[in-house]
């Protein structure tokens, strides 16, 4: 079955880091560029980051571009998101998701929290 | 503010058929693929359509999509109750270097 498990998630403090993680399954991993998207509470969806299937192609929003790293671990099939310097605007659930053809499968996601 | 428009809601009763739509710009609907996702109450979202008008396996074909231009549609026919769900349009922005998403349609099956 193919599968991706986000964890990671949890209250952060303004200006704390977070890295996320995204174990996938049932695939060939390697083979997929991956992405990371966001819902903040009650609200749409956001793209975050993308990374190519073979690392050598990465994008950010200009929302966290500097802020955040998108990164996989090819002998591990799982992907990162380094999150530094964290803000209010940052809470969301953050998923992880494979892409080809559209976002095609997508993490049940971690949420993250940042508040006072 | 979503650079791809949706209405932010739509209704129909059961086995009617149900439009939604998606206007963006030339650097994202008029030169990429339109795809959409439905998203249930609680759930994560779910690819619905991909390349326009393309149904991943599984997906009813009572789900239909349609582009022209700089403006996508999403077309439910046979409405049943659960439909019911948020639906997104999304689309690569050639000026942003990603995808970016319609801010979302809530379906409401009457």
């Known amino acids: 079955e193919v599968q991706l498990v986000e964890s990671g998630g949890g209250l952060v403090l303004p200006g704390e880091s977070l890295r996320l993680s995204c174990a996938a399954s049932g695939f060939t991993f390697s083979s997929y560029s991956m992405d990371w998207v966001r819902q903040a509470p009650g609200k749409g969806l956001e793209w975050v980051s993308y990374?190519?299937?073979?690392?050598?192609?990465?994008y950010y929003a200009d929302s966290v571009k500097g802020r955040f790293t998108i990164s996989r671990d090819y002998a591990k099939s799982s992907l990162f998101l380094q999150m530094n310097s964290l803000r209010a605007e940052d809470t969301a659930v953050y998923y992880c998701?494979?892409?080809?053809?559209?976002?095609?499968?997508w993490g049940q996601g971690t949420t993250v929290t940042v508040s006072s | 503010q979503s650079v791809l428009t949706q209405p932010p809601s739509a209704s129909g009763t059961p086995g009617q058929r149900v439009t939604i739509s998606c206007s963006g710009s030339?650097?994202?609907?008029?030169?990429?693929?339109v795809c959409w996702y439905q998203q249930l109450p609680g759930t994560a979202p779910k690819l619905l359509i991909y390349s326009n008008y393309q149904r991943p396996s599984g997906v009813p074909d009572r789900f239909s999509g349609s582009k022209s231009g700089t403006s996508a549609s999403l077309a439910i026919s046979g409405l049943r109750s659960e439909d019911e769900a948020d639906y997104y349009c999304a689309a690569w922005d050639d000026s942003l270097s990603g995808p970016i998403f319609g801010g979302g349609t809530k379906l409401t099956v009457l």
């Open positions: 998701v494979r892409d080809r053809n559209g976002l095609d499968v």
């Open positions: 030339s650097s994202n609907i008029g030169s990429n693929y």
């Open positions: 990374i190519s299937s073979s690392g050598s192609t990465i």
